[in-house]
């Protein structure tokens, strides 16, 4: 009953067997090989017969290796052993391929608060799992890496890696390296030329002492590409986290690591070729010569076949599936051209990426289906089966750590010297040109990829190997401190003339400029509307909308690729209309904008969501913008109630309030105009200001004089005041009655102003006395009719003191909330603006709010 026993364990391990009376089917088996063969053989066709009848799946196969007697028939014992194997295998290999996938989170947690690459955690990770730590518990190694999952796990890798150099090629621009200055230029040849010349110096060393033996033609290649390689994505990432990919110095960065990615995979495929001429110089000379017949051949056949593609793919509608397939399967066709030619599978995937046209948006949706499970999935097993061949124990002795040091001691003096000295003669500030060449010394996956492939082709030993992925790690992780520490960017001085930074203003007639943000094309059709509202009559300066786009700066390439393409127009990083045809959002604003006066500019702001506020109030402040527009962070589902989009935006809102240098508005979006389509200069609404008192309230009153001024709206002020009952009810505890007085006296003036230029039949102004909330709320639905409600963020005076319900979203203040909340029903949109305040102002006003609110009796019990 041994193998009775063996089964029955493998029957807990394997999740895959289905639970059938296992133990019946065995009992089955141990009869059939008694009755048959006796008890010691048994025939494979019986076991797969008494199988399938058990809804087993086995087939014969299964058992071919397995050593057979003369009969055909298979020890019991030696089909114990196999089935054991197996079942446990299975189990193995799920664990192989989840484990660094669940790994990869806590280190990125760890790294992620130096500022670092995720492509540092990655490889770390990648290591940590590996024999340098993990890896030296032989039991652990064997139970999570075995043997028999290494080639799935390998196989996986370098799928995903051809699928990545595929995207790699597809997001660059072979244009825009034609348009690279001379400048960017020269950086790149000398960020690639000196590293590479001490690359091949330091390898005469590494061959003397601990890489003997290996081919001297391929090793010197190999240590001179891996010593002069800039990792491109991976210093998009560190100038994106740093802010500074549209400063000169990190457009510099980028067009000068351009050219050095696609002069180190030209060096690359030199090495690779030079590294199989085992018999003769010959071979190597027909490897490069059928590259170049195979690109030729490319860029003949290939660029025809997806233009025909992406022709087909038109703006706006979803792209054939059959396309997508079939540009996959093309990748994968050349990546076996190239692997047969004998230069490596990765080069025809990158080729194929390049020649893909990247108008339109059939591009765009390749990335879209191939880069989140190239790098959710397959990269992190990348990854770990490079970390797998990573020892670093190999590294003993002061002999093998002098020539770490050595190796990245050439690596960063290659690297930054040369650019260094080049941008010097270029004229370029001493600072800028240290920063320049810190950041082309930053190494990534590119870096491993020519390491991996050095070592699978025996050029690079377990300790060069080590030694090599160290520089890199060293390299890449000292870039950021360094360049926070050396460059400190000087910031743009603001504008003297900067003055109008509310609504509310001496001059109503001075031009309005409005920095309108937005999360996705949802928000659109609202916003529009509202800046169509925002017109004003034909005898002002005018509004002058700037339309920003808020993306997160995700670890996707395509997004930190996107940045790079921005054009230096202002902060942070924005997009002209070059691209208007490739974003409907553009198309949208550049519609509305040829059928009315307004002066309007889309753009796009990329950002990490913990800074995403820097760059709102950034661009508010470089372009003079008097009031800043954010969407609430919930949207209207269909049934009327308010879903959470992202919460990530609320915080994103409540440090704008805190930090901006104007006016803010809140727009909690039911669809103003009483639908989502946009109904440009044809809008039909009414507008309601509900007026407590205090400096916001002027504010939403100021905006709403503003749209009473368009022939299509409607204005209703509704000015709350208090009745006898309340004032002799409530207690104040004023510090600085003077500055109350004053603004009280300041609402009169405002009102007084707003009466006197409101004598048309568009503006309707009421009084309301109110004794309680109660009242105030029962008011407030009597005009929730209206299309839009614009509401100061925190009212001042004795009836805005009687709302006292808890507040669930602060950045709307008490009235905000009062009509997003459930029991309030309204089909209305609510813009909550908030006035800008002076740092001297917001001193003196922060401790004349009201403090408390007692009622007779409880001031009495106090």
Known sequence: MALSKSLTRCKDIDPVVPTTPLLTFLERVQETALSTFGERHLDPKLYVDLSLKFNLSTTEKAFHGLPRSENGTVSIKDLEGFLAMYFQGAGKECCTLTHPIFFRSPTDSWIRPLRQPRVIAEIVGGILLGPSALGRNKHYLNSIFPSRSLTVLDTLANLGLLFFLFLVGLELDLKSLQRTGKKALAIAVAGISLPFLLGIGVSFFLRKTISEGVKEAPFLLFMGVALSITAF?????????????????????????????????ILLALAIALSGSEHSPLTSLWVLLSGAGFIICCVAVIPPVFKWMAHRCRQGEPVNEMYVCA??????????????????????????????PKEGPFAGALVEKVEDLVSGLFLPLYFVSSGLKTNVATIQGAQSWGLLVLVICAACFGKIVGTVIVSLLGRIPVQEAITLGFLMNTKGLVELIVLNIGKDRKILNDQTFAICVLMAIFTTFITTPIVIAVYKPAKQAISADYKHRTIE???????????ACFHSSLNIPTMINLIEASRGTEKRQGLCVYALHLMELSERTSAILMVHKARKNGLPFWNKLQQS???????????????????????????????????ICASAEMKRAAIIILPFHKHQRLDGTLETTRNEFRWVNMRVLEHAPCSVGILVDRGLGGSTHVSASNVSSTVTVL????????EALAYGARMAEHPGVSLIVIHFTASNDILRQMVKIDITAEFSNSSDSADKT???IFKKNSDDDSVKFEEREVNSAKEIVEVVKAFSRCNLFVVGRMPEGPVAATLTEK???????????????????????????QQYNSPTSQLTSGSSTMIAELRGDDAEAG
Not at 591 to 610: D, E, G, K, W
Not at 691 to 698: A, C, Q
């Open 581 to 615: 045809d490739d974003n409907q959002v553009v198309v949208a604003f550049e519609a509305f904008r040829q059928l009315n006066r307004v002066f309007i500019r889309p753009m796009t702001a990329i950002s990490a969501m913990h800074d995403m506020h820097e760059d």
């Open 505 to 515: 203003r001496k001059d109503p007639d001075t031009q309005l400029r409005i920095l």
């Open 807 to 833: 507040v669930e979203w602060p950045e709307l203040g008490p009235v905000g909330n009062l009509l997003t909340s459930h029991d309030f029903s309204t089909s209305a949109s609510v813009l909550v603006v």
């Open 691 to 698: 007026f407590f008192g205090g400096h916001d309230d002027r």
């Open 750 to 752: 405002f009102l007084a």
């Open 327 to 356: 540009t996959l399967a093309i990748v994968l066709a050349a990546g076996f051209c190239t692997d047969s030619i004998g230069i490596h599978a990765l080069f025809g995937a990158f080729v194929i990426g390049i020649l893909i």
């Open 233 to 265: 994505p991976v210093l998009a990432r560190i100038l994106a986290e740093l802010k500074l990919l549209t400063t000169d110095v990190g457009r510099m960065a980028m067009s000068a690591a351009a050219v050095n990615d696609v002069a180190a995979w």
